[in-house]
Nanobody
Framework: QVQLVESGGGLVQAGGSLRLSCTAS????????MGWYRQAPGKQRELVAT????????NYGDSVKGRFTISRDNAKNTVYLQMNNLKPEDTAVYYC??????????????????WGQGTQVTVSS
């Protein structure tokens, strides 16, 4: 059973930055594609970013392109989401997700097998 634990959320002013981390346990991290999703109150879960097993390919949701960066450190079983120039509309619970899959970015949330508990990000105006 894969366990994912997110950290790094919090309250930040518009224009500020945060870095989220997601550490995986009980798994061979290097064979899992990873993703970040978010869900705001009353809205559907939204793709933020995805990354392949070796970090060689990434994919971003349109609303975060140019502001957010996904990366991973396989030696630390951790995937990161660097969020810059944050906006109030980025306020949401951010979830980390994993699926055992080599070589592909996974954009469909339904494909992911494992999810973290979520971390709250609040951006004040």
């Amino acid at each position: 059973q894969v366990q994912l634990v997110e950290s790094g959320g919090g309250l930040v002013q518009a224009g500020g930055s945060l870095r989220l981390s997601c550490t995986a346990s009980r798994t061979i991290f290097t064979v899992h594609a990873m993703g970040w999703y978010r869900q705001a109150p009353g809205k559907q879960r939204e793709l933020v970013a995805t990354i392949t097993t070796n970090g060689g390919s990434t994919n971003y949701g349109d609303s975060v392109k140019g502001r957010f960066t996904i990366s991973r450190d396989n030696a630390k079983n951790t995937v990161y989401l660097q969020m810059n120039n944050l906006k109030p509309e980025d306020t949401a619970v951010y979830y980390c997700a994993a699926v055992r899959l080599l070589g592909s970015c996974v954009v469909r949330a339904s494909v992911y097998s494992y999810w973290g508990q979520g971390t709250q990000v609040t951006v004040s105006s």
